[in-house]
């Protein structure tokens, strides 16, 4: 959806949100469309994304993969709808909460290019996909594929189901420098059995940052009648694409992360031909039909799904390619500048397509939590240490409001340490 259009929506809804688009258009500096510089290049503009946030300073924040902290006019509006329900109190409950989250479920599809009818809002990755995995119709000796680099919590839920029901789960290793498309394919295709029928793959993987050639692995998986299901907890705002192009059947994310949402909110996708086979969590009410009848909430905090609309006018704000190229840049910028070190190991591969903001790296002789503790406390560089499923290093994400002075400070701590 174009700005025009996205902003017409909200008059439609009468979501209307002009005091809040006047004041970033007078505190965002858009570059002029006549420059020589690269968007992704241009530090005036990106300083002036980094004056709409409050960034702590006791430390250089590279670990904006957990959890993006808000800017500060998304955080105004949210601290805004929470009075606002908070006042209106059991009246609000009772009655407009339903047709406002409806219409920010709408306002998400629209942003991923999805039918309404197919997505729906929930609280978080791991909820969404532990919700198809534990609710899929398994039967005794049915096969699951899912790798060792995926998501702990969603592995966790493939142990168990395997415990309840007896289904047999095959566990690959990706390689974190893959030759080719092909290769992460085949790898795939080679674990499937006549009995398989559920993959589980990363579209972007959260310990190395490693984007997955999804649609190749899900035309591949469809010829032999298996379904996919997608772990995009990094993918939403940070890539630029559409759910339905990637041929997915399940597709779910955290829009706490690279949307910038409060904390809480995350989406899951679920093609509509396989919406009814699919068990809720808890008890159905027979008379919600859809995707709907999976997510009871119950008494929720209403307010933070409220947020999304501003999450979302921020991230058009900005402009999604300038914010992908920038990303990409960010990252590049750091590891064109280490990655000849001896001492250095890259764990994410170098390729345009196949990383942006996270990159993981190693130091060879050294145990990733101790490098992480040195970053932190000699360097005053906050990190995560990855140990484990044939990565070792820590995860290093910048944000859009990173500086590259931040980055010169990592580069420097870098080479000192694998000096």
Same mark, same amino acid.
């Given at each position: 959806m174009n700005k025009r259009k996205f902003i017409k929506s909200f008059a439609l809804t009468g979501l209307a949100i002009?005091?809040?688009?006047?004041?970033?258009?007078?505190?965002?500096?858009?570059?002029?469309?006549?420059?020589?510089?690269?968007?992704?290049?241009?530090?005036?503009?990106?300083?002036?994304?980094?004056?709409?946030?409050?960034?702590?300073?006791?430390?250089?924040?590279?670990?904006?993969?957990?959890?993006?902290?808000?800017?500060?006019?998304?955080?105004?509006?949210?601290?805004?709808?929470?009075?606002?329900?908070?006042?209106?109190?059991?009246?609000?409950?009772?009655?407009?909460?339903?047709?406002?989250?409806?219409? @920010?479920?709408?306002?998400?599809?629209?942003?991923?290019?999805?039918?309404?009818?197919?997505?729906?809002?929930?609280?978080?990755?791991?909820?969404?996909?532990?919700?198809?995995?534990?609710?899929?119709?398994? @039967?005794?000796?049915?096969?699951?594929?899912?790798?060792? @680099?995926?998501?702990?919590?969603?592995?966790?839920?493939?142990k168990q189901v395997s415990k309840r029901y007896g289904i047999k789960n095959t566990i690959l290793s990706i390689p974190n420098i893959p030759a080719s498309d092909e290769e992460i394919v085949s790898l795939y295709e080679r674990a499937i059995t006549p009995k398989t029928k559920l993959i589980m793959i990363c579209h972007m993987i959260n310990i190395t940052g490693q984007i997955l050639p999804v649609k190749k692995i899900c035309d591949m998986a469809h010829k032999y009648g298996v379904e996919v299901m997608v772990d995009g907890a990094h993918a939403i705002a940070h890539l630029q694409f559409n759910i339905p192009d990637l041929n997915c059947d399940y597709y779910g994310a955290s829009l706490h992360k690279w949307l910038a949402v409060p904390l809480g909110v995350g989406l899951l996708y679920i093609r509509e031909k396989h919406q009814e086979k699919i068990w809720p969590l808890l008890g159905e009410n027979e008379s919600v039909k859809g995707i709907n009848r999976l997510n009871h909430f119950g008494t929720n905090p209403v307010h933070t799904y409220l947020a999304l609309k501003y999450a979302i006018e921020f991230h058009h704000q900005i402009g999604a390619a300038n914010k992908e190229s920038r990303l990409r840049y960010l990252q590049q910028y750091w590891t064109k500048q280490v990655v000849h070190l001896p001492k250095i190991q890259m764990n994410t591969p170098a390729d345009n397509e196949r990383s942006c903001a996270i990159a993981n790296v190693g130091i060879k002789g050294m145990k990733p939590s101790d490098m992480a503790t040195t970053l932190l406390s000699k360097f005053k560089i906050y990190t995560v240490a990855i140990d484990g499923a044939g990565v070792h290093g820590c995860r290093i994400t910048p944000n859009v409001f990173t500086t590259l002075k931040e980055l010169d400070a990592l580069v420097n701590a870098l080479k000192e340490m694998a000096g």
């Open positions: 002009p005091e809040f688009s006047k004041a970033m258009a007078t505190e965002i500096s858009l570059p002029k469309k006549n420059t020589s510089i690269p968007i992704a290049e241009d530090e005036n503009f990106w300083s002036g994304i980094r004056k709409l946030y409050k960034i702590k300073t006791d430390y250089i924040n590279l670990e904006n993969g957990y959890y993006n902290l808000l800017p500060e006019p998304t955080l105004e509006k949210y601290l805004s709808i929470i009075k606002e329900v908070n006042y209106h109190a059991s009246f609000y409950m009772r009655t407009r909460q339903f047709s406002e989250r409806a219409e @920010q479920n709408e306002l998400i599809a629209s942003f991923t290019g999805c039918n309404p009818t197919e997505i729906v809002l929930t609280r978080n990755t791991t909820e969404s996909l532990d919700l198809i995995i534990s609710g899929y119709p398994w @039967q005794k000796d049915d096969e699951a594929i899912f790798a060792a @680099q995926d998501y702990g919590a969603m592995i966790d839920m493939f």
